[in-house]
Nanobody, 123 residues
Framework: QVQLVEAGGGLVQAGGSLRLFCAAS????????MGWFRQAPGEERAFVAA????????YYADSVKGRFTISRDNAKNTVFLQMNSLKPEDTAVYHC????????????????WGQGTQVTVSS
């Protein structure tokens, strides 16, 4: 069993930055690929970014490439999402997720979800 808790969301102006955190617990956490998804009101939950278990491969949705960076610190059981140049369309609830591989996460095959953290970008 893996538990995921997100933090770091908030309100920011367009062009600003936020850093999201995902604290993970569970003996097997380090074996999972990790990712971030987001869900805006009235929309389906969408893939944002993923990182493999070792942290040396990352994947991004086209809409966030060049602006967002996913990373992980396995020693501290934490996954990060650095979000720069934020746009109003980035407004959503951001969820941390664990999966069997980065390909799985990109295809929404998620083993564990976090409860989410709200990100609001004002224009």
């Amino acid at each position: 069993q893996v538990q995921l808790v997100e933090a770091g969301g908030g309100l920011v102006q367009a062009g600003g930055s936020l850093r999201l955190f995902c604290a993970a617990s569970g003996r097997t956490w380090g074996r999972y690929a990790m990712g971030w998804f987001r869900q805006a009101p009235g929309e389906e939950r969408a893939f944002v970014a993923a990182i493999n278990w070792s942290g040396d491969s990352t994947y991004y949705a086209d809409s966030v490439k060049g602006r967002f960076t996913i990373s992980r610190d396995n020693a501290k059981n934490t996954v990060f999402l650095q979000m720069n140049s934020l746009k109003p369309e980035d407004t959503a609830v951001y969820h941390c997720a664990a999966g069997l591989g980065s390909w799985s996460l990109q295809n929404k095959l998620v083993q564990y979800w976090g409860q989410g953290t709200q990100v609001t970008v004002s224009s």
